[in-house]
């Protein structure tokens, strides 16, 4: 008696992965391309630019919600939804004032060694919250990565706070949210609301104290609008850029495995060494070239062990298909 088959996912599943795999790459492809936003955005000083950001990302987020009928008030009745998302706004938000100066400051090279890093110290901080072990791959990758940054310091002593603060504070933004483990959308809308009363405190201080923009100013650069509509424009479109491909992330983690998602968030920051290199002049000399270097053999190394998992794994499944296939008949 042959045994019930099992049943394949049909052309819609194959669809579905597909464009959640296109969602994934577009939303890599908008981190990448978006020092130029900032650097177009640069004739307001970066931190009323951070406060812009804050409060019209927060708009665009409860817009989506609200297109998508997806609720997020409940959540604000719940008191360790506070705390995961009162925390991750901060250590956003730290993240995006970082990410405006350097883009508008002639400092992409730093914040593309940042964003090739994270991978990395999210393994570091696994280990440390999540009490992960590390395999030896792991244990290499981790080691290079600290030579490379190691050396860029030496070479380049203070810079490497941008990188560093960047790979820690975007790592321990995604801990703070996996330890919470709240729905995307909804915790990105409550999210924002707690970013948007940190923009509302930025604007009140520049209010009282004009001066205030002035902490981190950069000098504007040859791409900046200055027109009156054009800022407006890049006001509004701040919440866009921000809120828009966390939503695709959202759409696309919930397909897309995650460790091809962890392969592809390479895009942004090779897009934004291309563009520090090709068009805003930021060649790397040969120290800066020998610490990239070492992280990317620290990544290529643990990108070599997930695609190895992931092959054994399907070979398994393979396997184990044709034995019940063999059973059955």
């Known amino acids: 008696m042959k045994g019930a088959r099992t049943p394949r996912e049909g052309p819609g599943a194959e669809r579905g992965r597909r464009t959640a795999l296109a969602q ?9 391309v978006i020092p130029v936003y900032w650097k177009l955005f640069s004739a307001v000083p970066p931190l009323q630019a951070l406060a812009t950001r804050m409060v019209w990302s927060c708009a665009f987020s409860i817009v989506l919600c609200l297109a998508l009928r997806v609720r997020f008030l409940p959540l604000l009745r719940d008191r360790r939804a506070w705390a995961t998302f009162g925390a991750s706004s901060v250590l956003i938000a730290a993240n995006w004032g970082v990410y405006i100066w350097a883009s508008t400051s002639g400092h992409l090279l730093e914040t593309s060694l940042g964003f090739f890093l994270c991978p990395l110290t999210s393994i570091v901080l696994g280990l440390a919250c999540f009490h992960e072990r590390l395999s030896r791959m792991q244990k290499l990758a981790t080691a290079l990565a600290a030579c490379g940054a190691s050396l ?26 996996k330890r919470g483990g709240y729905d995307a959308l909804p915790g990105m809308a409550v999210e924002s609301l707690f970013a948007a009363v940190l923009g509302a405190g930025l604007f009140a201080a520049g209010w009282v104290d004009p001066g205030f923009w002035d902490m981190a100013r950069t000098a504007p650069d040859a791409l900046a609008v200055t027109s009156a509509v054009g800022m407006a424009v890049l006001s509004v479109g701040s919440g866009v850029v921000t809120a828009g491909p966390l939503a695709l992330y959202s759409a696309a983690a919930n397909k897309v495995p995650l460790s091809l998602l962890g392969l592809l968030q390479y895009i942004s920051p090779t897009i934004v060494m ?56």
Request: hydrophobic share 55%; glycine share 14%; net charge positive.
């Open 24 to 32: 994934a790459a577009i939303c890599y492809v908008i981190w990448g």
């Open 152 to 177: 860029f310091a030496a070479a380049h002593g203070g810079s490497i706070w941008i990188s560093l603060v960047l790979a820690a504070t975007f790592s321990a933004y995604g801990a703070v949210k």
């Open 274 to 329: 291309m563009l520090a290199v090709t068009c805003f002049g930021e060649l790397p000399d040969v120290w800066q070239l020998a610490s990239f270097v070492l992280i990317w053999a620290g990544l290529a190394a643990v990108a070599w062990e997930t695609l190895r998992g992931q092959g054994g794994r399907a070979g398994g499944a393979r396997r184990s298909s044709g034995k019940n296939r063999k059973n059955s008949a």
